[in-house]
């Protein structure tokens, strides 16, 4: 069974930063793709950033471009999120998405990430 256990969330003023992380299970090998998502109050969730492979393709949603940074570690099976220069607008539900070559896709229970002063 595939599970992720996300950390890092929290309540910090704009202009700050937060890091986001999710581990997966042990046990878990051929992970293709790993992504941010997140999900503000009303309205649907989006993608934030997402990295692929070895690492060597990341995509990042335009709102979010030169302030977060996504990175791997393929041999911990860890995917982290590094927030900059955070924006209220960036408050929202974080969820960690994992996607498992020949099983499916996996999403963590996310964590509340409140930007406010």
């Known amino acids: 069974q595939v599970q992720l256990v996300e950390s890092g969330g929290g309540l910090v003023q704009p202009g700050g930063s937060l890091r986001l992380s999710c581990a997966v299970s042990r046990g878990i090998f051929s992970i293709s793709t790993m992504a941010w998502h997140r999900q503000a109050p009303g309205k649907q969730r989006e993608l934030v950033a997402s990295?692929?492979?070895?690492?060597?393709?990341?995509y990042y949603a335009d709102s979010v471009k030169g302030r977060f940074t996504i990175s791997r570690d393929t041999a911990k099976n860890t995917v982290a999120l590094q927030m900059n220069s955070l924006k209220p607008e960036d408050t929202a539900v974080y969820y960690c998405l994992v996607v498992v070559s020949g099983k499916g896709s996996y999403w963590g229970q996310g964590t509340q990430v409140t930007v406010s002063s």
């Open positions: 990295i692929t492979g070895g690492g060597v393709t990341t």
